[in-house]
């Protein structure tokens, strides 16, 4: 399978926002948009999107993932934004049907499909800097993708930045194309001169989160990880794991830590990243003011394994969705 994101079904499905109203969604060939060259996006960059995926089973079904968080994740993006939000059964059928349309290109495990709504601001107007995008285009593409850990990935390397943060008070918990703006400078830096995988973004010693994943701290008998707050995305996975983790008998601590005490806690226990494209990723290392320490002795951690087989575990039928996380798209 190609690099992730750059293979994509081909059809989407788009519908658009127009004197005060949602047109009727339509799925038609993949194609580029026409957009305006004063369209708001392009200027005030009113733009937002979800990534989330749909897997096939062993016996052939198909399942979206936490289809209704992610909805209700992009309509908080969109509002945040100003821009104008899709009702939640527009946005959910158009996931659905386009899903249902590729039905036969979802790949089978460890694959999946992943799915790209995205909204923007199309209003034709550069004089609206300080008003609302009043047209807009929502779409939805479809992606088939790989096995994340395929090639042998080994733990991530992570800069612990405790200067800058990723994005803002503001617009941390959306799901913003400037955020991810904001966090390409300081990681490119980062991976030149250090030849890291990922920033860790820790303003003023405060750990948040990296450019497209939130962190977690794991033990043989705790979890510990920033509590919900506007400063970072409320990523799925981690609300995921969070749960996951409750019910195989870890604590599970929600609170803020800092640079100092994640360094200690890294001597002995394990490190994590999660998110839709990797679900839980082992941090080996971190590089902290010039130094590189490992965590625990660098190698992927037993509990962090264990974690995220229980949720691949559900997210491929070969264990109980015992939280109604699954949506099935079945002709
Ligand atoms: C900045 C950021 N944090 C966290 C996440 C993880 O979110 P999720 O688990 O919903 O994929 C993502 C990925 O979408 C992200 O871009």
């Known amino acids: 399978m190609s690099t992730f994101g750059t293979t994509f079904c081909d059809s989407f499905v788009t519908a658009s926002f127009e004197q005060g109203a949602w047109q009727a969604p339509s ?15 392009l200027h005030y960059a009113s733009t937002c999107f979800e990534g989330f995926k749909a897997y096939r089973w062993d016996d052939g079904k198909v399942y979206v993932f936490r289809l209704a968080d992610h909805v209700l994740r992009m309509q908080r993006s969109a509002a945040s934004l100003s821009l104008p939000v899709p ?3 527009l946005l959910s059928g158009m996931v659905v049907d386009l899903v249902l349309r590729h039905a036969d290109e979802v790949p089978a495990p460890p694959s999946s499909l992943y799915l790209r709504p995205t909204l923007i601001g199309t209003l034709p107007n550069i004089g609206a800097a300080a008003a609302p995008s009043s047209e807009a285009l929502l779409f939805v593409l479809a992606s088939p993708v790989g096995d994340y850990f395929k090639g042998g990935a080994g733990p991530l390397k992570l800069l612990v930045d405790d200067a800058r943060a990723r994005s803002t008070e503001q617009l941390g918990s959306t799901k913003t194309g400037g955020n991810y703006a ?10 030149a001169e250090f030849g890291v995988d990922q920033v860790l973004f820790c303003p003023g010693g405060d750990v948040q989160e990296t450019g497209a994943s939130n962190f977690l701290l794991i033990s043989d008998d705790e979890v510990i990880t920033k509590p919900l707050d506007s400063s ?7 609300a995921s794991i ?20 994640l360094l200690q806690w890294s001597k002995s226990h394990e490190a994590a990243l999660s998110g839709t494209a990797a679900a839980l990723a082992p941090v080996g290392q971190l590089v902290y003011r010039g130094n590189t320490t490992a965590v625990r002795d660098g ?22 969705d015992t939280h109604g996380w699954l949506t099935a798209v079945n002709p």
């Open 182 to 191: 904001a966090a390409l400078g300081p990681t490119l830096e980062a991976k």
């Open 242 to 261: 969070l749960t996951l983790a409750a019910d195989l008998g870890y604590r599970v601590n929600e609170r803020n830590f800092t640079v100092d005490e």
């Open 27 to 41: 799925i038609v060939p993949l194609a580029p948009i026409p957009i305006h060259p004063a369209a708001h996006v």
């Open 232 to 238: 970072f995305l409320h990523g799925m996975t981690r």
């Open 87 to 89: 009702e939640e059964s």
């Open 299 to 320: 190698t992927a951690g037993p509990n962090t394994e264990r974690l995220r087989k229980a949720l691949q575990d559900i997210q491929f039928g070969r264990s109980p």
